[in-house]
């Protein structure tokens, strides 16, 4: 039985788009009438980056950090219809079915790695996981952290596991660092990286993995394009982060030589 759950709620209100982000997610009222940021499967990079959100945020809460709780939005068909701006409308009417939302830190600011204070064991976590699940978008332009009610939430994780954009070389991936761990924000501030590898490789057991891998929409990973079944996505994944995490020794290394 999997130990991890995430819960489904019905969007009932859009309320605006958040222009911001690249894939333009927009700002909703749920059943539940909580906000969230609803991130689309007809946006951009679809339900692959939808994926790496889930993916990405659970492993981070896994690992005992801040992630606003994901949920699964269910969007039916009436919003497209009333909605004036034709990209959104688009947006909206491609997206219809289910899609990924993130609760609404109301009043949280964007970290500021010149003002922003953080803690050097949550820095140290943060920058080997992003390692480990290759996100290659947080870094000082883009830093993807709030600060809300004075703690570090780690927010959108959706450019990671970038392999899946392409299935066909997803095994060159296996045996490869990460160097851009360079451009990391938090990187100068991570000054007890052996801390946190041992507690990932505690945390990060097999169960963990498989029970974060099984919450993925068996429809998120179904792809006509791709001679792969949704189970072989899901055994991909998993051997991927098997290896990121048999490379953490090397990915410690590389980022204490990047510093």
Same mark, same amino acid.
Not at 13 to 40: C, H, N, W
Not at 179 to 207: C, F, G, N, R
């Given at each position: ?172 991936? /296996?045996?490869? !660092?990460?160097? %851009? $761990?360079?451009?990391?924000? +938090?990187?100068?501030? *991570?000054?007890?990286?052996?801390? #946190? ?11 963990? /993995?498989?029970? !974060?891998?099984? %919450? $993925?929409?068996?429809?998120? +990973?179904?792809?006509? *394009?791709?001679?792969?079944?949704? #189970? ?28």
């Amino acid at each position: 039985m999997n130990s991890k759950e995430v819960r489904s709620v019905d969007v009932v209100q859009y309320i605006t788009p958040l222009r911001e982000g690249g894939s333009m997610p927009g700002l909703v009222r749920a059943d539940d009438d909580f906000l969230y940021v609803l991130k689309f499967t007809g946006a951009g990079q679809g339900k692959k980056a939808l994926i790496a959100e889930l993916l990405g945020g659970e492993i981070a809460r896994t690992l005992g950090l801040k992630v606003p709780e994901l949920v699964f939005m269910n969007l039916d068909d009436t919003f497209s219809k009333t909605e004036p701006d034709e990209e959104i409308q688009d947006l909206l009417k491609f997206s219809v079915g289910l899609n990924l939302g993130l609760h609404f830190l109301s009043g949280a600011i964007t970290y500021d790695p010149l003002v922003s204070e953080i803690d050097s064991e949550t820095a140290s976590i943060i920058v080997l996981l992003d390692s480990l699940i290759s996100n290659i978008d947080r870094t000082a332009k883009n830093t993807n952290l709030l600060e809300w009610k004075k703690e570090l939430w780690v927010i959108d994780n959706g450019a990671s596991f970038y392999f899946h954009h392409n299935w066909e070389t997803w095994k060159n991936h /296996l045996t490869r !660092t990460f160097p %851009l $761990i360079k451009d990391h924000v +938090l990187l100068s501030k *991570a000054q007890h990286l052996d801390e #946190a590898a041992k507690q990932i490789k505690e945390k990060l057991t097999d169960e963990a /993995l498989l029970d !974060t891998i099984a %919450l $993925i929409p068996e429809n998120w +990973l179904e792809d006509d *394009a791709v001679d792969m079944s949704p #189970a072989e996505m899901r055994d991909a994944y998993y051997t991927y982060l098997k290896a990121k995490l048999n490379l953490l020794d090397e990915l410690l290394k590389e980022a204490k030589n990047a510093k």
